[in-house]
């Protein structure tokens, strides 16, 4: 006969392992909500991910984004996670049927993560993080690169195109005015 302690024991683990799952993540700045499948292609699509681009999916969660970029699309994809739970599903989703050669993950802070040969940049994040990457947008990527945002807009930002059903923003990055005093650049509302 099961010790009842030990079953007891168990779905006591079980639950604080599932609240960890879906709330530890508001700890590091977002609550956990999977990005659905239907938003994950209109996200691929709008931004016209290809074979020749480097993805940078910003809060990557399990890599619904990072591996369909990867197989479907045959892009090379970092996908960056701060949560240690997530990522650890990451890496193991990589070693067991992933696509190694073209999937690499980065553990940390999406704010610190390194832009400069992001064709496409992709993310579901919150509306406080989404105003604070438009200036990180601005400063690390280059003029034309595609991002494609599910749910949240980027705060003064003009989309390119909207997927209205989906809740799919593109953008592309603006110019970077010379001289600062100049105002704003293209994509960006006035």
């Not at 990451?90 to 067991?96: F, S, V």
Request: proline share 7%; with cysteine.
């Amino acid at each position: 006969m099961i010790d009842p302690n030990l079953v007891f024991a168990l779905v006591i683990l079980a639950i604080a392992g599932v609240a960890y799952f879906v709330f530890a993540s508001f700890v590091f700045g977002a609550g956990y909500q999977p990005t659905p499948r239907r938003a994950v292609t209109s996200m691929l699509e709008l931004a016209r991910v290809a074979p020749s681009d480097r993805v940078v999916d910003l809060g990557a969660g399990t890599g619904a984004i990072v591996f369909r970029a990867a197989r479907e699309r045959g892009a090379r994809v970092l996908g960056v996670e701060v949560e240690p739970i997530r990522f650890v599903i990451l890496a193991l989703r990589r070693r067991w049927g992933g696509p190694r050669d073209r999937v690499d993950l980065q553990w940390g802070n999406l704010f610190g993560t390194e832009l400069g040969d992001a064709d496409v940049v992709t993310c579901f994040l919150w509306p406080g993080a989404m105003a604070r990457l438009g200036p990180v947008f601005e400063a690390k990527l280059r003029l034309g690169t595609r991002i494609v945002s599910h749910w949240h807009a980027i705060p003064g930002w003009i989309p390119e195109k909207v997927d209205r059903v989906e809740h799919v923003y593109l953008y592309r990055t603006p110019r970077r005015p010379e001289n600062p005093s100049e105002g704003v650049g293209a994509g960006r509302a006035a």
